[in-house]
């Protein structure tokens, strides 16, 4: 059956400060993630819901209190420390994030990302979504895997980029483990969906390919212009994924959604979606616990 499993890679603006090492985060980007999260907190409430927040640790440094007040009560999982890329072979999706070997901070930024969510939030993660994703998970990186397993990660969200004529598929659709690289007990959770920073405008539209949204569907020639235009594009991919079976686990950005439309009429029209459609929402967290019988500690 049909689910959608309700993630949010919180962070912010972070083409803006983390291409830099120690580059203090603007206050004006700052607000920005904070007033996205408490709109999106207001949606979930409304909706009874609960989500998982992949959440940078730094900002935690700079505005801890903020969130804890915001998400207790919700899955707070690692989004890393920096959001750095800490896996091999990213394929450079804006400057700063070049292609290269494993980075010398990786094991620092996943290790002062966990540190920091126990910190603020008394339990130590077991979840983390990779920044920038990979179209192909982290096979093959067993440094890597060694690195999320020795810092307690459980569970990953790293196989969530599409291939350009696949935008919104991943590499392998449902959950599977890194047994072959050693970890037969680190769970993958593909990310089904598209990545809303790549379709949401967030400053003047130049060359935009034709391309379909769903495998299969018409051609499109440009991105959402509006927050109605928006619902059209992810009705699509619900659509999609329930007449295929599959999950919807998109990587959303409060800040992006925000920027684009400040009231996220999206997350309003997705929850609703699946109150109609009779479509069950999930933390990551209730969908790693469901596949290996753990505990789900974090809805206190």
């Not at 949010?8 to 985060?25: C, H, M, N, Q, Y």
């Not at 990660?153 to 072959?180: C, Q, W």
């Not at 060359?207 to 619902?231: E, F, K, Y």
Request: aromatic share 12%.
């Amino acid at each position: 059956m049909s689910a959608i499993w309700l993630g949010f890679d919180t962070e912010s603006d972070v083409t803006r400060w983390s291409a830099e090492p120690g580059l203090a985060i603007p206050p004006e980007v700052l607000g920005e993630a904070l007033a996205a999260a408490e709109r999106l907190v207001e949606i979930l409430t409304r909706h009874r819901t609960r989500a998982t927040f992949f959440l940078v640790g730094r900002l935690l440094e700079v505005a801890g209190t903020d969130y804890r007040a915001l998400l207790v009560g919700h899955d707070v999982q690692c989004h890393t420390y920096s959001h750095h890329i800490i896996h091999a072979g990213h394929p450079g999706l804006y400057p700063g994030h070049p292609v290269y070997d494993l980075p010398p901070e990786a094991e620092r930024s996943v290790r002062r990302g966990v540190e920091l969510i126990e910190e603020w939030f008394g339990y130590r993660p077991e979840g983390l979504c990779a920044p920038g994703g990979s179209p192909t998970g982290l096979r093959g990186q067993p440094e890597v895997l060694r690195i999320l397993w020795y810092n307690g990660i459980r569970f990953v969200k790293s196989d969530n980029l599409g291939l350009p004529e696949a935008p919104m598929l991943p590499s392998r659709i449902h959950p599977y483990t890194y047994a072959e690289e050693g970890y037969p007990d680190l769970w993958e959770l593909p990310g089904v969906g598209w990545h809303c920073t790549l379709t949401l405008p967030r400053g003047p539209v130049g060359d935009w390919p034709p391309r379909s949204v769903v495998p299969g569907g018409p051609l499109v020639d440009h991105p959402p212009r509006t927050p109605a235009d928006h619902i059209v594009w992810v009705k699509q991919e619900l659509d999609y994924v329930r007449a295929q079976g599959y999950q919807f686990s998109p990587s959303w950005h409060p800040w992006s959604l925000y920027r684009f439309d400040p009231q996220m009429e999206v997350v309003d029209f997705l929850l609703q979606y699946a109150e109609e459609e009779g479509m069950p929402v999930k933390t990551y967290r209730e969908v790693w616990t469901e596949l290996t019988g753990e505990q789900d500690f974090t809805s206190g």
